[in-house]
């Protein structure tokens, strides 16, 4: 889907805009006036119920709140939201933008940022953001190497971990390579989801990270580098693990929930996620036993944030901001990382919290599957968002199969 609107975001980048009066956040008391009334339509992915009942609540706190009516617009992909931003600015149509936030990431950030399809910069004037430390997380100004500049706002920590039934693994691998013995071992007892999907192309960039020599490449546009070189352990690995796969390789979940519902239903024993949360907050909500536990791999795995932006000609730019500003207040934070609610990571540093509200979050009981950010271990940062789009496109093309 991004390599199809290259072609459109290159018209639309050529065209001459007019200038309008913008709502600022540095003066915030008048960005709440204007704000009171508007509607938000919120392109986000809607393919996780939790996620989209999480959504659900904070509309209407926001409602009751600010005033502001959040409409989730649920997307199965957020390159077809970055379409309608690109095809309404080759319109013309520089105002009354039918989108007003996006869940957005890596290449569809990227592709928006350079071709000059962002509102902003806005994300370090909103009143939470003071609620955040970039020094301590570097991973909340920088989304897959691009420097965010205040065009987009983190609203949601990701980290990359495995989850499996702790009945039927006693040991579970801890390594790629490991992983390869252990779909050997265990034929049809491990997948994951089939790339394009973030989460399936995240499993084959965790690979990648693990298995070059070299990973300096990884952090500059693919086309830099010498592709079919770095990437070769990466398809003689795969090409490896796949006849291990569930269903030998020849069919795959479409997305995580998908790939969760497996584990549910017994046909895999290990799984990956991007949120440490997830397996508690399924055993929480009856859908997977209470013998699943989380664990990551040695040497660390992949992390970034999950971000807001808003599109240059969003037509509720000031409830926009509202919303977003909201989704990083502490009552927001706390109830996103309630093992029963999403179970995911706050943004927030606890060192800029009061000691109240830093003892709230201490108070959590992240769950019985959780593990706690020691047992994380480091994050890996995320390889240029060229590489995640190339290597999708290279998988469907050695690996791919037809649902």
């Known amino acids: 889907m991004i390599a199809r ?157 495995f989850y499996y039934d702790s009945a039927r693994v006693a040991a579970p691998p801890r390594t790629m390579l490991e992983f390869l013995d252990w779909t050997q071992a265990n034929p049809g007892r491990f997948t994951y989801p089939q790339p394009p999907d973030f989460l399936g192309t995240t499993f084959l960039k965790q690979a990648l990270l693990e298995l070059v020599t070299d990973r300096d490449p990884l952090y500059a546009p693919v086309e830099e580098a010498n592709y079919e070189t770095v990437t070769a352990p990466l398809w003689e690995y795969i090409t490896a693990l796949t006849p291990g796969l569930w269903r030998e390789g020849k069919a795959y979940p479409q997305n995580g929930p998908a790939q969760r519902q497996l584990m549910a239903d017994g046909e895999i024993d290990i799984a990956i996620s991007f949120s440490p949360g997830e397996a508690s907050a399924a055993i929480a909500n009856f859908e997977l036993p209470d013998t699943v536990r989380s664990m990551v791999l040695d040497g660390g795995t992949i992390g970034n944030a999950s971000f807001l932006a808003i599109p240059f000609n969003a037509n509720a730019k000031a409830g926009a901001m509202v919303v977003a500003n909201y989704l990083m207040s502490v009552e927001a934070q706390l109830h996103k990382q309630d093992a029963a609610v999403m179970g995911t990571p706050t943004v927030l540093s606890m060192g800029k919290l009061s000691a109240e509200d830093a003892a709230r979050f201490a108070a959590l009981d992240l769950g019985v599957a959780t593990l706690s950010p020691a047992d994380l271990g480091p994050a890996l940062p995320e390889p240029h968002p060229s590489w995640m789009q190339r290597i999708a496109a290279d998988w469907e093309a050695r690996f791919g199969v037809a649902q």
Do not use: C
């Open 5 to 161: 609107l290259t072609a459109l975001v290159a018209l639309a980048a050529g065209l001459a805009l007019p200038a309008f009066a913008e709502p600022d956040p540095k003066d915030w008391d008048a960005v709440l006036e204007e704000a009171r009334g508007q509607t938000v339509y919120w392109n986000a992915w809607g393919g996780d119920p939790r996620t989209n009942d999480y959504i659900a609540w904070a509309g209407q706190q926001v409602k009751d709140n600010f005033g502001v009516t959040l409409e989730h617009v649920k997307l199965s992909d957020t390159a077809t939201a970055v379409s309608t931003v690109v095809s309404e600015k080759a319109a013309g149509q520089t105002t009354g933008g039918s989108i007003d936030l996006i869940w957005i990431n890596g290449a569809n950030f990227a592709a928006m940022k350079e071709n000059g399809l962002l509102f902003g910069p806005w994300s370090e004037d909103i009143p939470n953001w003071a609620l955040v430390d970039p020094e301590e997380n570097p991973a909340l100004i920088e989304d897959f190497t691009v420097p965010v500049e205040g065009l987009e706002v983190p609203w949601s920590m990701a980290r990359v971990v």
